[in-house]
């Protein structure tokens, strides 16, 4: 069975940086790329990050491109995400994801 499970969110100012982890198991996760997708108070899923299966190409949303950076560290079956220079409106619930396979997400909340 596939578990991803998020962590390392939390309650920051704005200008701020977290990094998030999510650790996956029942799959061989360095056979897959991986996503991290996030969800705003009231609105729905918005894609943020990609990276490949050996972190050598990454991709990332215009809304957070040059401020936060996703690596993977397939020896430990961990995915991460740093985030700088967070602002007001990337206050969500932050997913890792696995096609359409989710965990339970990590809250971030930019607030002065």
């Known amino acids: 069975e596939v578990q991803l499970v998020e962590s390392g969110g939390g309650l920051v100012q704005p200008g701020g940086s977290l990094r998030l982890s999510c650790a996956a198991s029942g799959f061989i996760f360095s056979s897959y790329a991986m996503n991290w997708v996030r969800q705003a108070p009231g609105k729905g899923l918005e894609w943020i990050s990609q990276i490949n299966i050996d972190g050598t190409s990454t991709g990332y949303a215009d809304s957070v491109k040059g401020r936060f950076g996703i690596s993977r560290d397939n020896a430990k079956n961990t995915l991460y995400l740093q985030l700088n220079s967070l602002k007001i409106e990337d206050t969500a619930i932050y997913y890792c994801?696995?096609?359409?396979?989710r965990g339970q997400g990590t809250q971030v909340t930019v607030s002065s």
């Open positions: 994801s696995l096609g359409e396979v």
